[in-house]
């Protein structure tokens, strides 16, 4: 009996005989990944690991992870008049801020891989470690290819194997999984897997470009004999001589022919200068795959200064906010309970990406604790500086009166 059948066996043992076990070696038709199906024959097949072959898929995805990773991702509290209050003291929160303290991982690494694993391959999971109270106290990220999904009806289930070597089955209350692409609202799809097609002439493309750095399978010039060859063998021989003649690096750059015969370079042609704006034109379809601005993927052709930071803008409101709403609404189900989720959220803050220059930090807040907006220890506090006494009341413009009761308050202190 092979490992899949034994896996379908416990699967029904587990749910009974209508459960149906799949992986990520051998999927079931519900969980098609469709890695490779190119509907271009002749290009090379696609998969995560083909496609981080290209630097600009890793560009993008390491950009996204590393963003997300970075940006704190905070527990807010509705509050009853409107607004929100961060809250610090709830296990999940703690796990997002400081990461998993028991086993000496942090929340940065945790959210990363999670995030890597999610814009490469759509799929990321992560085992929920739950105390006695059945308070979350840490994450075991999973690799994809390391878990297994079983389904009864609309119940799903994973099998997978812990850090600590123990094979073990989960009811999906307790496995961390995100997912895009979900048409089914299980089955994840990358943005590799959705592109396939273009991603494969952009690896068709690269491979082929090698080949011309390197000279194989590419004419870069043509020597010519003025005599004809007695036969086979002697054109071969002559064939080697002339080899060793141009790439003898003590030549310096000029070789001496033997018998009158003469060298012509071909210089690039169309279709090699065509390979290069394929090449580019690749780099920014990738980019717009992921929706990453070109200049956060390292595509300077076209950017100005006042371009690159117009895409810095773009970059968080086009691109990182739909993934960041993805996560949270996964965290928001599988990390609270249902009577939490009624008063508690989590959320992303991407203020520290969105920070402009000091001179406008500076107009900005001048004209906040002015305004009325903000408080001086309030901005101190967006500065990281300490509060200062007598700092924690609004100041009205001054051409305007004060707030109502607020002379009143002031003679008080």
Sequence with gaps: ????????????????PSAEASG????????????????????????????????????????????????????????????????????????????????????????YGLQWALGLRGNAFAWIRRNGRGEVIGLDPIHNDRITLLKNGRERFYEFE?????????????????????????????????????????????????????????????????????????????????????????????PILPYGMSYKSVGMSPADAQLLEQRRFDREQIAGVYRVPPAKAGIFEHGLRANVEQQAIDYVTDCLLGWARLNEDHFNLYLLTEEERADLHFEYLFDGLMRATTRDRTESLLRATGGPFLTRNEARAL???????????????????????????????
């Design 162 to 254: 812990d850090g600590a070597g123990v094979q073990r089955r989960v009811s999906w209350r307790d496995l961390l999984h995100l997912r895009s692409g979900a048409e089914d609202g299980w089955t994840g799809r990358s943005p590799i897997e959705m592109a396939a097609d273009t991603l494969a002439v952009a690896l068709g493309a690269q491979s082929f470009a090698g080949r011309h750095i390197t000279g194989r399978g590419v004419i870069r010039g043509v020597v010519e004999h003025p005599d004809w060859f007695q036969d086979d063998e002697d054109a071969e021989r002559f064939a080697l001589r002339i080899r060793k003649t141009l790439d003898d690096p003590e030549a310096n750059g000029i």
């Design 383 to 413: 500065e990281n500086r300490a509060p200062i006494p007598g700092a924690d009341d609004l100041l009205p413009p001054s051409n305007m009166a004060a707030l109502p009761g607020q002379e009143d308050d002031d003679e008080e202190a």
């Design 24 to 111: 990520t070696a051998r999927p079931a038709g519900w969980l098609d990944l469709g890695w490779g199906r190119a509907s271009l024959s002749g290009l090379p097949r696609v998969d995560e690991r083909a496609a981080l072959a290209h630097g600009t898929v890793y560009t993008c995805v390491n950009v996204i992870a590393q963003d997300l990773a970075k940006v704190p991702l905070i527990l807010y509290r509705r509050l009853p008049k409107g607004g929100k209050a961060r809250v610090s003291d709830h296990p999940a929160a703690r796990l997002m801020a400081q990461g998993d303290a028991a086993y000496g991982v942090p929340a940065s690494v945790i959210r």
């Design 1 to 16: 009996m092979s490992v899949f059948d034994r896996m379908k066996a416990a699967a029904r043992v587990l749910v009974g």
